[in-house]
Every structure is written in structure tokens, then in C-alpha cells.
């Protein structure tokens, strides 16, 4: 898999009371839809920092839940980002993304988790390729 199909697979998850809430009060900040393709590692964390600065300070319920949405997209982002970084951009772990069906905190959820689960199987890759290496370095 590779880095632009990976974050074209994910979105900032929104709840329904979020979106109305925020079109009604005229607020559309914590309800945007994000994109990252082409965004650098560290862009991508400029945007995890703003997004989570926003969700510690939002103001009501629904937009703090429309900023943990960013918040969730943008951590997953920048996981993609890192396994990228170890392994190439063309080479990412094929690693399943969850249904993203459901109640938008699990979605946030498992839309965070799957990223990190993308840059824990590329850092065991590298590090299996790591000891290879040391061990035809050694003579093995």
C-alpha cells in the first residue's frame, strides 16, 4: 500500500449532533473535513497539535467531538506518515482498515488505532530487516 491510497482510506469522523449543531450556530471550524494527501510529517503534526489545542478549549459538547474527529484523523496521519518514513512510501504494511461503521467515538477510535497499527508492523518490519542485515554483517 502506498502513502497517498493509505490516507485516502481515512477521514476526520463526525458525529450527526456535531454537524448540526455546528451548521445552526453558524460555526463550521470543528465540523471541516481534512485532507492530508501530499501534507509532510511535519505539517501533519502542526495539524495534530492545532486540532488537539482546539478539542482541550472547545467550547460545547458537539464541537469538541468535532474537533476529536480531527484530532483522531490527524494522529492516524501522521502514524502513516512515520511507517512511511521507516519503509518507504510505496511500501506500507498491508494492514486492514477496521469497518467504520458505528457510533462516531468508536469510529474515532478505531480510525486513530488503525494508524498506529500501520507504524507498529513497519517498525517490525524494519527491525526485522535490521537484525538480517546485522546477521549477514556478521557472517551468519
Known amino acids: ?67 476529536a474527529g480531527d484530532v483522531a484523523y490527524w494522529e492516524c496521519v501522521v502514524s502513516l506518515l512515520k511507517a512511511a518514513d521507516l519503509v518507504g512510501a510505496d511500501n506500507l504494511p498491508d494492514i486492514p482498515l477496521p469497518d467504520l461503521d458505528g457510533v462516531v467515538m468508536d469510529v474515532q477510535y478505531k480510525v486513530s488505532k488503525w494508524g498506529k497499527d500501520v507504524l507498529a508492523a513497519a517498525r517490525r518490519a524494519t527491525e526485522g530487516a535490521c537484525s538480517d542485515a546485522e546477521r549477514s554483517q556478521d557472517g551468519e
Not at 481515512?10 to 460555526?27: M, Q
Not at 463550521?28 to 511535519?42: C, P, Y
Open 1 to 67: 500500500m502506498n502513502i497517498a491510497e493509505a490516507i485516502k482510506k481515512v477521514h476526520a469522523p463526525k458525529g450527526v449532533t456535531s454537524v448540526i449543531a455546528g451548521i445552526l450556530s453558524n460555526d463550521f471550524d470543528s465540523i471541516r473535513d481534512q485532507s492530508a494527501v501530499g501534507v509532510s510529517l511535519e505539517a501533519a503534526e502542526a495539524k495534530l497539535a492545532a486540532a488537539t489545542e482546539a478539542m482541550n478549549t472547545a467550547s460545547s459538547d458537539w464541537s469538541y467531538w468535532g474537533y
